[in-house]
Structure formats: C-alpha cells, structure tokens
Nanobody
Framework: QVQLVESGGGLVQPGGSLRLSCAASGNIFSIYHMAWYRQAPGKQRELVARVSSGGSTNYADSVKGRFTISRDNAKNTVYLQMNSLKPEDTAVYYC?????????WGQGTQVTVSS
C-alpha cells in the first residue's frame, strides 16, 4: 500500500553533488524507517544510509562524511544529499521504507559519476 518514487539522479563530475528525493504515498509516512540503498553494475545491493522514524541516522563507511540522509514527514519525503561524489558512487539508488520488517522499494534512480 506504499508507493515510493525516487528522483534527482543524473550525471555529475567527480567532486560534485547531487540531491536525491524519495516521495512516498499510500500510507502514513512518519511511522516508517527510511533508507537509501544502491546497486552498482556487477555488485550486490548495499545499504547507503538509514533514518529511523525517530530521526536517528546511520551510514555506510564508504559514504560517511560525504552523504546526509534527512526526512520531511510533512512532505512525506526522504532526501539523500551526496557531496564529494566519486566514480565508485555510480549506481542505481533505491529508496526503501520499512515497518515491522515489511519493506517497500522504489523504482530506482541512476547516479553516474564520471568526468
């Protein structure tokens, strides 16, 4: 009953920045834990960042200090601010919503970091 739509991906040069957005609909947003995952070509999907319903955050070591996850419950939206981007960050980024270990996924948005 939850739909997630990502946006904001694109092509950016190394060292640049992008801000991803994930808009949720179909259910109450504020009670869900939200996260961003990514999947690079030939690799497994990995957790990038998570923000709990209470606002606590955690990050993968590879993005710590460069990425920031945030949520705006009034807008039913979660964001991923990505700074100092590296070619290794190239991947499809997926929004995830979870409540009681029942996850929902967005369709993904492509992020390409290349000169």
């Amino acid at each position: 009953q939850v739909q997630l739509v990502e946006s904001g991906g694109g092509l950016v040069q190394p060292g640049g920045s992008l801000r991803l957005s994930c808009a949720a609909s179909g259910n109450i947003f504020s009670i869900y834990h939200m996260a961003w995952y990514r999947q690079a070509p030939g690799k497994q999907r990995e957790l990038v960042a998570r923000v709990s319903s209470g606002g606590s955050t955690n990050y993968a070591d590879s993005v710590k200090g460069r990425f920031t996850i945030s949520r705006d419950n009034a807008k039913n939206t979660v964001y991923l601010q990505m700074n100092s981007l590296k070619p290794e960050d190239t991947a499809v980024y997926y929004c995830n919503a979870d409540r009681y270990n029942s996850p929902y996924w967005g369709q993904g948005t492509q992020v390409t970091v290349s000169s």
